[in-house]
């Protein structure tokens, strides 16, 4: 039966929502991937739809010149938000003929709000009737799911309808989803919540994802009030753009929380694993030894603290950015609520605010004060460890100033060793000396080993005498001369 079912008037918009910025590459530097969006929606959906205005989509934003991405075009735009030449108003297609000879409109909006990328792309059939089955026509070879979009915040496609034959709207909602997706998705597309926006029953789908690039996020929407599209008016769709793009920019943080933990988590094992090691070096009785493994220690524990330090500080940021995120959903659910008629019931969208709120930010907390917890437990063991160097360093000091100073204190004795023989050889040798030139005295007059004392002193004697005396007043005089050379000229 479901083959048989019927719709009027579908269209599919797509919302994909793309960093433009990149925080780890610096403050407000362009990502590297930044273009992807436009050039896959140039190349993958103008090509499978064949609409010359997509494919040339390049030529129609500001962030590109002569075909090359140029995201300076944006700063000196006066209105960088809108990427779109000439005034940034949205660019419409020449329809599309299809099967039956059924026109095809479609439209698509380029934006940039703040660091992301939006796009609102949208196909639809205006007067036609068709079976639930043909709405692979909106969506061929998959050219609107996530994996051929590959935005990096995640997209959200809203399909639109009004119900022609059918047995309830839940069970047309589920084969349309089923229609639009048809074997393209990994992950297969759940139904998930229900509500009611203006008059008329909305349905969520998501297929969950863990990587938002592959994350398909379906709304439904079938028309039961014949006026609902009165009240989507271009205000309901700036809000519910900016909902959606905080939807995603929730989905995106929480995911990467979840990665920077589980990394941060990992560098709490290695330092763990480091630990046990500190009792080992603490054996070593070679305190040279022990001192160098104490600071390769030190060294490979305060690099792992570093790269811990900076997995925390960006948990906190994403931390923030989701808590903005959580703020500025909650002012688009609230405008969008203010538009709502009697009957409406948006509490599915509630609820993923709810769930932002006391879940994700309440895991992060949780999260952030184990590994704060953790945090103060390594750097109190860099602090004992840091010690540690810092006494076997003194003690080292210690010790190899006692070494030097004994080495110094037989260099010393060695010197005046030294000093002694060389005082004992140069006495000996002058001493030979004054004696061989006294010598021939003693043969031209001869010794009297009886003493005179009225005679003069034997000229050997006095030759020894006075070449002793000599030599003292020499030496003192040079002594004098060298203490006055250090006084005038200093070192």
């Not at 059939?125 to 026509?137: F, G, M, N, P, Q």
């Not at 917890?373 to 010790?399: P, W, Y």
Request: charged share 25%; hydrophobic share 35%.
């Amino acid at each position: 039966m479901s083959q048989e079912w019927q719709i009027k008037n579908p269209s599919i918009s797509l919302y994909p929502f793309h960093l433009r910025d990149d925080r780890d590459e610096g403050y407000k530097q362009v990502a590297k991937n930044a273009q992807i969006l436009w050039e896959n929606l140039a190349d993958n959906v103008g090509k499978e739809f064949n609409i010359n205005e997509l494919k040339s989509l390049r030529d129609q934003l500001i962030c590109y010149k002569n075909g090359v991405y140029y995201p300076d075009g944006e700063e000196e735009n006066l209105t960088p938000e809108k990427l779109l030449i000439p005034d940034g108003k949205t660019l419409k297609f020449q329809p599309i003929t299809q099967p039956d000879n059924q026109k095809l409109d479609g439209s698509i909006n380029a934006l940039r709000v703040q660091d992301t990328y939006i796009a609102d792309l949208t196909f639809c059939y205006k007067d036609v009737t068709i079976k639930v089955a043909d709405l692979t026509r909106l969506n061929p070879e998959g050219c609107l799911l996530p994996k051929a979009i590959q935005p990096s915040l995640g997209q959200t496609l809203l399909f639109y309808a009004a119900p022609a034959v059918y047995d309830t709207y839940r069970k047309l909602a589920d084969e349309s989803v089923k229609a639009f997706v048809q074997d393209k998705q990994p992950q297969s597309v759940d139904f998930r919540a229900e509500g009611k926006l203006f008059g008329s029953p909305i349905f969520e789908y998501d297929s969950r994802e863990d990587d938002v690039r592959q994350r398909c996020h379906i709304l439904v929407w079938l028309q039961e009030n014949p006026r609902t599209l009165e009240f989507a008016t271009s205000t309901f769709n700036f809000y519910l753009m900016n909902l959606l793009c905080s939807r995603a920019k929730i989905v995106f943080m929480y995911g990467e929380t979840r990665k920077k933990y589980r990394k941060a988590q990992q560098i709490v094992g290695e330092l763990e694993k480091k630990l046990p090691d500190l009792d080992a070096i603490e054996s070593e009785q070679n305190r040279q030894v022990k001192l160098q493994k104490l600071k390769e220690l030190l060294a490979q524990v305060r690099t792992k603290m570093l790269a811990f330090a900076q997995q925390v500080r960006y948990l906190q940021e994403d931390r923030n950015t989701i808590d903005t995120n959580a703020e500025n959903y909650g002012e688009a659910l609230t405008r969008i609520r203010g538009l709502c008629i009697p009957g409406d019931n948006l509490d599915f969208w509630q609820k993923f605010l709810d769930l932002a709120e006391d879940k994700y930010q309440g895991q992060i907390e949780i999260d952030l004060n184990y590994l704060i917890a953790s945090q103060n437990l390594f750097q109190q063991s860099i602090s004992t460890v840091r010690g540690m160097v810092e006494i076997e360093q003194v003690e080292l000091d210690r010790e190899q100033m006692e070494l030097y100073k004994q080495q110094e204190d037989r260099e010393k004795k060695r010197s005046r060793q030294l000093e002694n023989i060389i005082f004992f050889v140069g006495t000996a040798i002058g001493g030979g000396q004054i004696f061989s030139a006294a010598y021939p005295l003693i043969k031209d007059t001869p010794i009297k080993w009886q003493p005179d004392f009225s005679l003069p002193l034997h000229p050997f004697a006095a030759t020894i005498v006075w070449s002793l005396l000599f030599g003292l007043l020499f030496g003192l005089l040079m002594l004098g001369i060298a203490v006055l050379i250090r006084k005038t000229f200093p070192r």
